[in-house]
Structures are given as structure tokens and as C-alpha cells.
T-cell receptor, first 113, second 114 residues
Framework: GQQLNQSPQSMFIQEGEDVSMNCTSSSIFNTWLWYKQEPGEGPVLLIALYKAGELTSNGRLTAQFGITRKDSFLNISASIPSDVGIYFCAGLGGGGSNYKLTFGKGTLLTVNP | DTEVTQTPKHLVMGMTNKKSLKCEQHMGHRAMYWYKQKAKKPPELMFVYSYEKLSINESVPSRFSPECPNSSLLNLHLHALQPEDSALYLC?????????????FGPGTRLTVT
């Protein structure tokens, strides 16, 4: 099946630093979604992207839908301790399924105060 | 409001028990999903309901039985589970089933099968 390559697998950063993570695929998607999951909780939708080249912000978070429709990145600026969690990218549609999210393996973010 | 609620938060059951997980959303969404998530892995799709009808079953064993009593509620009935079924079970919903919609997840039910 279709796979998403998400990197990095984990990050250890100091509070105040900026963070960047990305996902790449061998086939195109119509939609890219970025989720954050904290221990014992469900994934929380951070940003949804629907158009190639689209750049969307949500507070300190910025995400882009790649021009080729095969990649997306998420940036977090000025990280704070509550940014800790696992960040998942997910793709939908295009060369993938119209109903099943194809998830990356996640990026575990640790922020040292 | 983008809230999906799930009960119970935690569930411990024996292999001969019958239990049910419940999910509710009041966003008017017409597609609802069950996912299973193992530790440190992404969620895996189990079932999709669209307009209260089961539209997708991802080859899930029959010991898991979904039900959609109405457009706001989704249940997952559990019977004769195995220890390897222990996981976080997530419910999600979206406006409809499609390729340009956002899926919103609930907080999950942590299931332990003993």
C-alpha cells in the first residue's frame, strides 16, 4: 500500500527553538492533514491543506502542501514545553484512498525548558 | 465545536466478556470511523460508516462488531477478544466520506484484554 515517509523520527530541542518536520510520498494526495497526539489522548487536527502550494498558519504553526502534491512540511516557531507530543502527517485522496488516511510514522517532539 | 466524545476512557475485559465502546458527535457529520492504535504507531482504520450505513470494513475480525444507531452515535461491540487486541481505540468523524474532508478524532478508549 501507499506509504508516507515522515522525518525526523524524533527531535530533542530547547524551548524557544524552531522546529521543522516533513512528509514525502511516492504518489500524490488531494489533502494533507497534520495532527498532534499527546500521551493517552486522540490525535488533534492542527492544520488541513487542500491545494498544491498552499501555505497555512495556525498560531505558531505553519504547514505547506508541496507543489508536486507528494510532500508537506510543518514548522513550529518558538517552541514551548506544551508542544511536546507526537506529530503525524496524513494524506487523503489522489493516488491514495478517498476515505482512509495514510499516516506517516510520526515525529516525537521533546522540548527541554 | 469539533468535539468527538468517547466512553469509557479505559476498559479492562477478559477474553470471554462482551463489552461495547461508544462514540458521539454533534457536528452534523455524516461519516464516522473506528481506528485502532498500538503504542508508538499511527492509527489503523477498521470501519467507516457513511450516512449510517457501513461502507468500509478493513478486513476486521468478526469479534469486533460496529453499529451506527443514528447519525450522531457509533458503537463498537467487542466479544471474545484476544490479548493482542489491547490498544487505543479511536473514533473519528468527518463531514462526509471523501478525499477533501477533515477527520476529527475523539480522545480514545484504552482497552486492555486480560
Amino acid at each position: 500500500g501507499q506509504q508516507l515517509n515522515q522525518s525526523p523520527q524524533s527531535m530533542f530541542i530547547q524551548e524557544g527553538e524552531d522546529v521543522s518536520m516533513n512528509c514525502t510520498s511516492s504518489s500524490i494526495f488531494n489533502t494533507w492533514l497534520w495532527y498532534k497526539q499527546e500521551p493517552g489522548e486522540g490525535p488533534v487536527l492542527l492544520i488541513a491543506l487542500y491545494k498544491a502550494g498552499e501555505l497555512t498558519s495556525n498560531g505558531r504553526l505553519t504547514a505547506q502542501f508541496g507543489i508536486t502534491r507528494k510532500d508537506s512540511f510543518l514548522n513550529i516557531s518558538a517552541s514551548i514545553p506544551s508542544d511536546v507530543g507526537i506529530y503525524f502527517c496524513a494524506g487523503l485522496g489522489g493516488g491514495g484512498s478517498n476515505y482512509k488516511l495514510t499516516f506517516g510514522k510520526g515525529t516525537l517532539l521533546t522540548v527541554n525548558p | 465545536d469539533t468535539e468527538v466524545t468517547q466512553t469509557p476512557k479505559h476498559l479492562v475485559m477478559g477474553m470471554t466478556n462482551k463489552k461495547s465502546l461508544k462514540c458521539e458527535q454533534h457536528m452534523g457529520h455524516r461519516a464516522m470511523y473506528w481506528y485502532k492504535q498500538k503504542a508508538k504507531k499511527p492509527p489503523e482504520l477498521m470501519f467507516v460508516y457513511s450516512y449510517e450505513k457501513l461502507s468500509i470494513n478493513e478486513s476486521v475480525p468478526s469479534r469486533f462488531s460496529p453499529e451506527c444507531p443514528n447519525s450522531s452515535l457509533l458503537n463498537l461491540h467487542l466479544h471474545a477478544l484476544q490479548p493482542e487486541d489491547s490498544a487505543l481505540y479511536l473514533c473519528a468523524s468527518s463531514q462526509e466520506q471523501g478525499a477533501r474532508v477533515e477527520q476529527y478524532f475523539g480522545p480514545g478508549t484504552r482497552l486492555t484484554v486480560t
